[in-house]
T-cell receptor
Framework: AQSVAQPEDQVNVAEGNPLTVKCTYS??????LFWYVQYPNRGLQFLLK??????LVKGSYGFEAEFNKSQTSFHLKKPSALVSDSALYFC?????????????FGAGTRLAVHP | NAGVTQTPKFQVLKTGQSMTLQCAQD?????MYWYRQDPGMGLRLIYY???????DKGEVPNGYNVSRLNKREFSLRLESAAPSQTSVYFC?????????????FGPGTRLLVL
């Protein structure tokens, strides 16, 4: 079965500290993995993606994500959190069913960065 | 370049009423999508359109219809709204294919069905 799990509903971090938002996936074949961010009352914005190559992917706003094939994980990271990073983060994997490619989203993790 | 736009931003309906959610993109993308977002469930695909004139059902199509009249516009229609359709609806379009694909989302439509 194709799925994405984000095990934490919320992550709390102090400003300036490193942050990690966790994601694990289940899909057959090589995965295409994505992270999106949603600010309040806004649509989802693309942050970064892993297709192939280096396991560490760099994206927008200083975020990066580490692909780990053996652990089927794609955790989102940032070395130093900002209050403005507070938002809802979604991990997604490209799946295939019903004759078409589709994005399968996790339930989302709310990141709260405290001053 | 506005990206993906959606109207209306917010709508309240009574059970049984109908309405159409509008979506347009100016990025010349072939593929477009309609999702609904519910708390704790991420985004679920309602319908998608691989190109002008074609549409296909996603995970949760019941109670919805779509129309892709041209490359820019992809509308979602609720013929007889139900409280279970209270949700936030997002339209998206996709650039690239295979490993180069990325979806771009509109700002969403918040729908409340009483």
């Amino acid at each position: 079965a194709q799925s994405v799990a984000q095990p934490e509903d919320q992550v709390n971090v102090a400003e300036g500290n490193p942050l990690t938002v966790k994601c694990t996936y289940s899909v057959s074949g090589n995965p295409y993995l994505f992270w999106y961010v949603q600010y309040p009352n806004r649509g989802l914005q693309f942050l970064l993606k892993y297709i192939t190559g280096d396991n560490l992917v760099k994206g927008s706003y200083g975020f990066e994500a580490e692909f780990n094939k053996s652990q089927t994980s794609f955790h989102l990271k940032k070395p130093s959190a900002l209050v403005s990073d507070s938002a809802l983060y979604f991990c997604a994997v490209r799946g295939f069913s019903g004759g078409y490619n589709k994005l399968i989203f996790g339930a989302g993790t709310r990141l709260a960065v405290h001053p | 370049n506005a990206g993906v736009t959606q109207t209306p931003k917010f709508q309240v309906l009574k059970t049984g009423q109908s309405m159409t959610l509008q979506c347009a993109q100016d990025m010349n993308h072939n593929s477009m999508y309609w999702y609904r977002q519910d708390p704790g469930m991420g985004l679920r695909l309602i319908y998608y359109s691989a190109s002008e004139g074609t549409t296909d059902k996603g995970e949760v199509p019941n109670g919805y219809n779509v129309s892709r009249l041209n490359k820019r516009e992809f509308s979602l229609r609720l013929e007889s709204a139900a409280p279970s359709q209270t949700s936030v609806y997002f339209c998206a379009s996709r650039s690239g294919t295979g490993g180069q694909e990325t979806q771009y989302f509109g700002p969403g439509t918040r729908l409340l069905v009483l």
